[in-house]
C-alpha cells in the first residue's frame, strides 16, 4: 500500500541536464564568450549571477509559498530571504561612508523575516525595495574601481565588501534551493 504524502514530488524544468534549474540555453546566467577580464569584472559577474539565481529561486511563486517558514522555530522564508538581502545591501552602505548610518528598511532587528507576510502587496515591496538597495549600493561602489581602496570609518577594503557580498547571496542561495524544494518539488543550481 502506497502512503499519502505532503511533500512535493521533485522536479526540474531541464530537460539536458537534470540536475539543472534550467538548460543552458534558458538560463539567464549563461554567458557565451570568454570570461570576465580582471579581478572586478569576475567579482561583479559572480556577484550578479548570484542575484540572478536568488530571482529565479522566487520566480513563479505566489505570496503565499514566498512567505511559508521553513521549520519551525525558524522564520526563515525566501521572501525574508529578498527583505534581509534588500536590507544587508542598504547595511553594506553604511560600512563604506563616513557619515550617519541608514536607518533599518524594516525596523528592529529581525523584522526583515519577522514581517515577511503572505500579502502581495509586501512581495512587491520587497523586490521593489532589494532592486533599489542593489542599485545604490552599486551605484556607491562604482566611484571606487581600486580594489585595495579602504573606505568607510572602518577602512574596509572594497575588495573585502564585493567578496562578502558574494558570500552573503551565496549562502542565501543555498538556503532558497533548500527552501524552494519544499515549496514545490523544484530542484537544481
Known amino acids: 500500500m502506497s502512503r499519502m504524502s505532503d511533500q512535493p514530488a521533485r522536479w526540474t524544468q531541464a530537460t539536458v ?18 570570461s570576465p577580464e580582471g579581478e572586478l569584472a569576475t567579482l561583479a559577474e559572480y556577484l550578479t ?9 522566487c520566480d513563479g511563486l505566489d505570496a503565499e509559498q514566498l ?3 521553513s521549520v519551525p522555530p525558524s522564520t526563515l522564508s ?4 529578498l527583505r534581509h538581502l534588500a536590507e544587508v545591501e542598504r547595511d553594506w552602505r553604511n560600512w563604506i561612508t563616513d557619515g550617519e548610518p541608514l536607518p533599518k528598511l524594516y525596523g528592529k532587528r529581525d523584522a526583515d523575516f519577522d514581517g ?10 520587497a523586490y521593489a525595495d532589494l532592486e533599489r538597495e542593489q542599485a545604490a549600493t ?4 562604482a566611484g571606487h574601481p581600486d ?18 557580498r558574494i558570500e552573503e547571496y551565496a549562502r542565501h542561495c543555498g538556503q532558497a534551493d533548500l ?11
Do not use: F, N
Open 49 to 57: 549571477d548570484y542575484r540572478l539565481t536568488l530571482r529565479m529561486k
Open 78 to 81: 525566501l521572501l525574508g530571504l
Open 17 to 34: 541536464y537534470p540536475d539543472m534549474w534550467a538548460d543552458p540555453d534558458d538560463d539567464p546566467r549563461s554567458k557565451e564568450g570568454t
Open 179 to 189: 527552501l524552494r524544494e519544499c515549496i514545490d518539488g523544484r530542484v537544481g543550481q
Open 147 to 164: 580594489l585595495g581602496e579602504r573606505l568607510g570609518k572602518d577602512k574596509i577594503s572594497v575588495r573585502e565588501l564585493l567578496v562578502h
Open 138 to 141: 552599486d551605484a556607491a561602489l
Open 67 to 69: 512567505a511559508r517558514r
Open 116 to 125: 515577511a507576510v503572505a500579502e502581495q502587496a509586501v512581495v512587491d515591496a
